[in-house]
Structure formats: C-alpha cells, structure tokens
C-alpha cells in the first residue's frame, strides 16, 4: 500500500500528471511491488485531498500504460514488471538544467523497463573515446547526442570513434543549431 505519497501543486504537469508519475516512481523504486493492491478511488481521493475524478483519471492512464490493473469490484493492483536485462547507454555532451528537462521524459519512461546509464564526455574527445571503448559490447544500445556545431576534423575523429561501436547498436542524433 501507498505508505508516503506527496501530491505537489505543479500547475505546469497538473495533479493527474503528476499523480501518475509519482506511482511510475515508486513502482520503478520497488516501493510498489507486483500484484501490491493500490488505496480505491475514494481512499486515495480522500487521503490526498485531489478530486475523486482526478484520481480515477491517473489509475486509467497507469493501467492503459501497463502499470495497473483493475478487477471489477475488487480494486486496482500493480502490474509485474520484467526483469531489466536490456542495458542503454546514453552518451552526452553536457548535461545541465535544460538538458535535464528535455531528457527527464525519456529516461523515466524507459527506465521501468531497462537498464539506463548515462556518460557526459564535456566536449572532450579524449573523454568521448574512453566512454566507447570502455563499454564496448557492455550494452544492448547506444544513445549518442551530439553538440550543435563541430569542427569539421573533430567530426571526423568523432566519427571514428562511433564508427567502433556497429550500426545496428547506436543511434546518434545531432541537436538541431
């Protein structure tokens, strides 16, 4: 059961959003387990204080994404997650406030059901050719972005570096200038 459970006033992600989330979180954490049963409705509408409508509104998103389940009568419950033996390494360059606002999305959704780890090379080369050769083969997947703008022969020695890593194993996006 749902022991802590902050509901926070966010106007920008609003309280459905939010609430679906959090239980994402805490499912992902293991603070929710498989088959755990989830407050009804009306507890969690009355514990938290949010609208009877705004709960049912977050436990329908949870179970159409797969998270939840319900049975008529009886209540909603957690769905068992698959062990994550699919690994993802996400290559930066940076990763500062912006970047992690753009990239929050996508590294909680995936992160339920796959290993994610993330490396920042700071524009160094050096750095970048460590991260590739260092995990070669120790990934399902790699997730490159790279700066807007690159010298022409630091594209080139870039290049070869991801040329190590084979195609069919990266994907390697360039930010829009």
């Known amino acids: ?86 690994k993802v390494l996400f290559i930066l360059n940076e990763f500062n406030s912006d970047q992690s606002k753009k990239h929050e999305n996508l590294f909680f959704e995936l992160s339920g059901m796959i290993n994610i780890d993330l490396c920042v090379y700071h524009n160094n080369l050096e750095t970048f050719d460590n991260i590739i050769r260092d995990n070669y083969n120790s990934y399902n997947y790699y997730y490159l972005i790279l700066p807007r703008s690159i010298p022409p022969v630091k594209q080139r020695k870039i290049d070869d570096i991801i040329d190590r890593i084979p195609d069919t194993k990266r994907l390697v996006l360039q930010e829009r200038a």
């Open 1 to 86: 059961m749902i022991k802590k459970f902050r509901i926070k006033s966010d106007w920008r992600l609003g309280k459905v959003k939010h609430i679906v989330n959090e239980v994402k979180k805490m499912i992902h954490k293991g603070k929710l387990c498989g088959n755990e049963q989830m407050p009804s409705i009306n507890s969690f509408s009355r514990q938290y204080h949010v609208s009877r409508d705004t709960v049912e509104k977050a436990y329908s998103i949870l179970k159409k994404e797969g998270y939840l389940a319900s049975i008529k009568g009886i209540g909603y419950f957690v769905e068992p997650r698959l062990e994550k033996d699919f």
